[in-house]
């Protein structure tokens, strides 16, 4: 694509010289294009669905924020007793769904009939608890990218991460056979985890589904656990984060997402050290296209 024949160049002086210049800028852009490809996703996502403006993994919360103007969303997803994956953060009830009990221990007919909105204010009155097949079908149906969170109930990593993934890849059917394994694509979701098994289990029941490593500190040996789940990208805590490990990453070819950043001021220190994306509550006062 961007190769330039250094023989047009006329006999001289400074044909050595100029043909080093060439092949000198042909790696540039084709490494500016390498790092460029590691992070073809959005740059700002809002946290499960929409911040601090609805009741968080909820429909009405990506309704919230494509209301304003986000297409990329982040949500957790985790097991029913019968199996089928639901949007929840918490294992057990009590924070965002009224009730005394364990997500794990409810079917998904029970979860749908359980209270997810009032807790953060009476107009949610009656918002449900969705399934991930729910939020699939709304977030394609408005163009909305997701980063998916595997949260799996204690015990359950393995199925969680199988289940999630093989569930995303029927839902992308189409758009999984025009992409190769393990390569970073927004045509489909990013599937993300703490849980190292259940990437592990993810990347056998899907391996065209791409996957990211997340995790509160980076780690010493972050490049081989990458590798081994074969990762795209490292989320992290942008709390704990340096300029060095920054450059560490993307010149290892990865991308990096932060959560949680809310201060303006915060996303630009970081945007500028290289970071390539991350997920805000303060969808209000950070919008899709803050720079």
């Not at 795209?232 to 932060?258: D, E, M, W, Y």
Request: glycine share 8%.
């Amino acid at each position: 694509m961007y190769a330039i024949d250094a023989e047009i160049i006329p006999e001289g002086k400074g044909k050595d010289v100029m043909r080093e210049f060439i092949q000198r800028y042909t790696i540039y852009l084709l490494v500016h294009d390498r790092y460029h490809s590691m992070w073809p996703y959005p740059k700002i996502v809002a946290h499960r669905g929409a911040g601090k403006l609805a009741p968080e993994n909820t429909l009405a919360a990506m309704r919230c924020g494509l209301s304003h103007g986000f297409h990329a969303v982040e949500f957790d997803v985790m097991l029913s007793k019968d199996g089928i994956p639901v949007l929840m953060h918490d294992p057990s009830f009590g924070r965002t769904v009224t009730g005394i009990g364990n997500v794990s221990d409810t079917s998904a007919q029970e979860l749908a009939a359980m209270d997810a909105g009032t807790w953060f204010g009476a107009e949610f009155a009656g918002e449900t608890v969705p399934t991930f097949a729910q939020a699939m079908t709304f977030c394609k149906a408005n163009r909305i990218w997701m980063n998916v969170e595997i949260k799996p109930a204690s015990g359950f990593d393995k199925q969680t991460g199988r289940a999630v993934a093989e569930s995303t890849a029927q839902f992308f059917s189409s758009e999984i056979l025009t992409v190769a394994a393990g390569t970073a694509d927004a045509s489909l979701p990013l599937l993300s985890s703490f849980s190292f098994n259940a990437l592990l289990a993810a990347k056998a029941a899907a391996p065209q589904v791409p996957r990211a490593y997340l995790v509160e500190t980076i780690p010493t040996d972050w490049h081989n656990r990458l590798n081994k789940i074969g990762a795209v990208a490292l989320h992290t805590n942008h709390r704990n984060l340096s300029p060095a490990q920054v450059q560490a990453i993307k010149q290892a070819g990865f991308g990096l997402f932060c959560y949680t950043v809310n201060d303006p001021a915060r996303v630009r220190e970081i945007l500028s050290w290289g970071v390539d994306a991350f997920c805000t509550d303060r969808i209000d006062l950070i919008g899709p296209n803050f720079s």
